[in-house]
């Protein structure tokens, strides 16, 4: 349980405790507690943290990726440097635009909502249904193109947010993507 999670060795035997000896149930325990801590952490400066890369093996597509945690015990630790050439790689793959929901430009949301509503007009949808596909394709363009929304490359079912929402219970650090680049030929 310890090597599956990276909790102490308490927490894993509160965990099992808990689940009644259920390894996966205890896993999914300590991920929620995880979260939890991850919860109470988001407010504490990031000072330091590291810039990673990846670069495709054509020459022809690069991630930099800045990557911030509290301190450079963390930024330093191996568990820190995997997460952020994971998030390098899903950057690769996925091409999103900005880090977060809250980056991105009032007017873009804007414009996404009315192309939306004038689809709905057009295939002659009642308003409140029309309003509730305007709120699925938006909720859809933000998983595509905010970072921490899209689904995980090698977890379909967690979002990139929850990743790192697990590093920072494990880590117990606050850990923020600040910001990446992504170049392609």
């Not at 801590?37 to 597509?61: E, F, P």
């Not at 191996?78 to 899903?90: G, V």
């Not at 596909?133 to 970072?147: A, D, H, M, R, Y």
Request: hydrophobic content about 40%; some cysteine.
């Amino acid at each position: 349980m310890r090597e599956a999670t990276a909790s102490s060795i308490a927490y894993c035997q509160q965990a099992l405790v808990e689940a009644k000896g259920d390894f996966a149930k205890a896993k999914q325990i300590l991920e929620l507690k995880g979260m939890t801590k991850a919860a109470s952490k988001t407010d504490r400066a990031v000072g330091a943290g590291i810039i990673d890369s990846y670069i495709h093996h054509n020459k022809q597509l690069g991630v930099l990726l800045d990557i911030r945690s509290e301190t450079d015990f963390v930024a330093r630790n191996q568990e820190f440097i995997s997460l952020a050439h994971e998030i390098c790689l899903q950057i690769a793959a996925n091409d999103p635009h900005w880090v977060a929901l809250e980056d991105v430009p009032a007017e873009i949301i804007e414009e996404k909502k009315q192309l939306f509503r004038q689809e709905s007009a057009k295939e002659g949808k009642p308003k409140d249904v029309a309003e509730k596909i305007v709120q699925g394709k938006l909720n859809s363009f933000f998983e595509e193109s905010c970072l921490l929304e899209q689904i995980y490359l090698k977890d379909n079912t967690k979002k990139v947010r929850d990743v790192v929402n697990l590093a920072i219970g494990k880590l117990g650090e606050n850990i923020k993507i600040n910001s990446f680049r992504r170049l392609s030929i």
